[in-house]
């Protein structure tokens, strides 16, 4: 079920862009749940007491707080919905990618357009579904993609991923429940009970350790050297990379 949430302070274009999606949803038999908002500060309110969104279509102009900065709040407590602003200004388009939004629609909004927007951003969201993992962290709910991560560690009762761009993100869980939910990705290796490392970053593997991208090192317990080895060969093989 696909949760999409839409805000505008115009009565007429909400009453429209509920109207669209129920159409959508009818014609592409697909399953929404809908939550129209008229005033920013109410979805604020319910995103920072924990409820969550797969899509968000979120007026720019609005009293009391514009889209812009509404979003910048939004982004503190969840970082996996995608916003979509809709507007009737260029103006801001340029700061709503700052906010890592989806696209920016102006209006008048054309049910042509607009399905065509949402078979894209719902594409979008199966995509990252299937190739993410979802994070309960302190500050909220985070989506990350499963080619950002380069490693992750335990340490006591906290899992710490370790992402390509430097961010490291502490999430609650167990590193068994973390590799049987990516038992399905050939990519990732455990080569120690303490640690699960995205193979495509590795640079160099010794009896000792393995060496990630950003040159962080991984221990290897004594005599695991051989099936380390031996599993990143296989999976450098079958993604038919150069080995020598």
């Not at 991560?149 to 906290?158: A, H, I, S, W």
Request: net charge negative.
């Amino acid at each position: 079920m696909t949760r999409i949430a839409f805000c505008d302070d115009d009565a007429a274009l909400l009453h429209q862009m509920q109207d669209f999606l129920e159409q959508y949803r009818a014609l592409r038999g697909v399953q929404l749940e809908l939550f129209p908002y008229t005033k920013p500060m109410e979805l604020l309110a319910d995103i920072e007491a924990g409820v969550r969104f797969d899509v968000l279509f979120l007026d720019v102009l609005m009293p009391g707080i514009n889209g812009i900065n509404a979003a910048r709040e939004i982004r503190q407590y969840d970082t996996a919905v995608q916003i979509i602003f809709v507007t009737s200004s260029s103006e801001f388009a340029v700061q709503s990618y700052v906010v890592g939004a989806y696209y920016y629609q102006l209006k008048p909004i054309w049910k042509d357009s607009f399905f065509r927007l949402t078979d894209a951003v719902l594409a979008e969201c199966r995509k990252r579904t299937q190739h993410s993992l979802i994070l309960r962290c302190k500050s909220g709910v985070t989506r990350i993609t499963l080619d950002s991560l380069e490693y992750c560690e335990v340490q006591g009762r906290t899992l710490v991923f370790h992402l390509l761009d430097g961010t490291v993100i502490e999430s609650s869980g167990s590193m068994d429940e973390l590799a049987r939910q990516l038992a399905d990705y050939p990519g990732f290796l455990r080569p120690h009970r303490s640690y699960l490392v995205n193979m495509e970053y590795i640079q160099n593997i010794t009896a000792k350790s393995i060496t990630m991208e950003s040159l962080a090192e991984v221990p290897l317990p004594h005599g695991r050297f051989t099936a380390v080895r031996d599993q990143y060969l296989e999976y450098a093989f079958a993604g038919k990379k150069v080995v020598l």
